[in-house]
């Protein structure tokens, strides 16, 4: 019993750190309808503006859309772009809201993260921070995880 108690509390912490960046700083976001952090701590709430300019992360399995069934669409908490669907979501099983893909390429900025393990996602028109995205999703829709994190989405029902 001590054992299991043990591997699961390390595979918890494995779990935080796959959608975690390890850096957390707040720097100048960039792209065309970037804004300077000080409007952006303005605009969002405190626990958004840690997730997308601090490139925070949420805690698994607690927080809004990782359980979220329901049709419909998820768009940016910054600009309301929309940036993923529920057609594209899955159940990762990492207790965030998990996509095989964006709504287009061309809404996403993929860049390694300062670490150089992982990919962080970022929305394309403001460069904020979404989440990241692995190589472990379902082989049959192209085998991406994008892991993303609530606090940057807002979801819209059908």
Request: glycine letters at 8%; proline letters at 5%.
């Amino acid at each position: 019993m001590k054992k299991l108690s043990v591997i699961l509390s390390v595979a918890a912490f494995a779990a935080i750190l796959s959608c975690q960046d390890i850096n957390g700083q707040a720097q100048q976001p960039k792209g065309p309808k970037s804004k300077p952090v000080a409007e952006w701590k303005k605009q969002l709430n405190s626990n958004t503006y840690r997730i997308m300019v601090e490139k925070g992360t949420e805690p698994p399995f607690h927080n809004a859309y990782w359980n979220n069934h329901e049709k419909g669409v998820y768009v940016s908490a910054a600009t309301g772009d929309v940036l993923f669907t529920s057609d594209t979501k899955f159940d990762s099983g990492t207790g965030w809201p998990s996509f095989t893909k964006p709504v287009s390429k061309d809404k996403v900025l993929l860049v390694t993260d300062a670490d150089g393990e992982r990919t962080e996602v970022m929305e394309r028109s403001t460069g904020l921070h979404l989440g990241h995205v692995f190589d472990d999703g379902p082989a049959n829709k192209g085998g991406k995880r994008y892991c993303m994190n609530s606090a940057a989405l807002k979801f819209i029902k059908e």
